[in-house]
């Protein structure tokens, strides 16, 4: 089992910066996909950015150029720096952890941590 915690959210203005953090438990976090989805009121939730076990990343595109993903596979936690951030930035950021072992896939979720930008 794995448990996915995160934390750095909180209110920022816009123009500012965050820096996500998600704290994984267990010990899959060095052979799976991790990454940050997001999910605003009334809409449904998406992709921020991902990182594979390889290294490889993708953003979403209205991420690409203000956001940076990484990780650090010894201390089993996946950051999120989000810089110039914009009020429609606003969200709950989940952390996501998603993978398969012997062909059985598996997929934890964070509790979230809430994102607000705002003057």
């Known amino acids: 089992q794995v448990q996915l915690v995160e934390s750095g959210g909180g209110l920022v203005q816009p123009g500012g910066s965050l820096r996500l953090s998600c704290s994984a438990s267990?010990?899959?976090?060095?052979?799976?996909?991790v990454g940050w989805y997001r999910q605003a009121p009334g809409k449904e939730r998406g992709l921020v950015a991902r990182i594979t076990s390889g290294g490889s990343t993708n953003y979403a595109e209205s991420m690409k150029g203000r956001s940076t993903i990484s990780r650090d596979v010894a201390k089993r936690t996946l950051y999120l720096q989000m810089n110039s951030l914009k009020p429609e930035d606003t969200a709950v950021y989940y952390c996501n952890l998603r993978g398969a072992t012997y062909s059985r896939p598996y997929d934890y979720w964070g509790q979230g941590t809430q994102v607000t930008v705002s003057s």
């Open positions: 267990g010990d899959l976090f060095s052979i799976s996909t």
